[in-house]
């Protein structure tokens, strides 16, 4: 996939935003997930009526955070190689003509 220029256009890399936001959900998700498994107390628990809140919450980011990881792999972003060039100041024609 070439342009005119015969430059080829380049993926956005670590610069995919979706790849940075899979991993602040994918760090947050991995400490919950450990917290709800070895650090969560019975008594807390029972605040959350039986439910392991940390634990089920830990283990949504990570899924979540795996299908953001997946999707800017499987439709990664592509920069052009050459900056779009906008002609329309010429093609507009003048207030007085």
Known sequence: MATESGARPKKAGAFDIRLIIALLIGVYGVILTVMGIWFTSEAE???????????????????????????????????????????AADTTPAAGE
């Open 45 to 87: 628990r029972q605040k959350a009526a039986g439910v392991n809140i940390n634990l089920w919450a830990g283990i949504g980011m990570l899924v979540v955070s795996a299908l953001f990881f997946v999707w800017a792999q499987v439709r990664p972003l592509v920069v052009p190689a050459e900056p779009e060039t906008t002609e």
